[in-house]
């Protein structure tokens, strides 16, 4: 990836459906919250947002504040997994996907590592 594409990915360039939603998580006192731009690097969505909180009951906290601020601007997530444990809770929105963690859950699966040529912002 150039450096050119590197320095266009910013806070300001986010898409608002993304910061909207970045906003939410962070209202919900959302940790670690990161973005990282797969468009380059996946067909499958733009963007992953990836957060934790402190306990299942704030995972899910998060997740609905999610849902909540993004349904009336239009954006309904196509699907939606983990709520009943809320470990790993996935909003898929097509263009962007959700990845709310418990701390264990986001550093067994370190999708941060997964996908670490993405170019990536941190809130």
Do not use: C
């Amino acid at each position: 990836m150039t450096e050119e594409k590197k320095k266009r990915f910013t806070k300001r360039s986010v898409p608002a459906e993304v910061r909207l939603a970045v906003e939410a998580a962070l209202g919900r006192k959302a940790e670690d919250l990161s973005v990282l731009d797969l468009r380059d690097l996946a067909s499958f969505t733009d963007f992953f947002l990836i957060t934790n909180g402190n306990s299942s009951r704030q995972n899910d906290a998060v997740a609905e504040a999610i849902e909540a601020a993004l349904k009336p601007k239009g954006y309904r997530p196509l699907s939606v997994e983990g709520r009943e444990t809320a470990e790993w809770v996935l909003l898929d929105y097509g263009s962007f996907v959700v990845h709310i963690f418990s701390r264990a859950a986001r550093e067994r699966y370190a999708l941060e590592n997964l996908w670490g040529d993405a170019p990536r912002l941190d809130f």
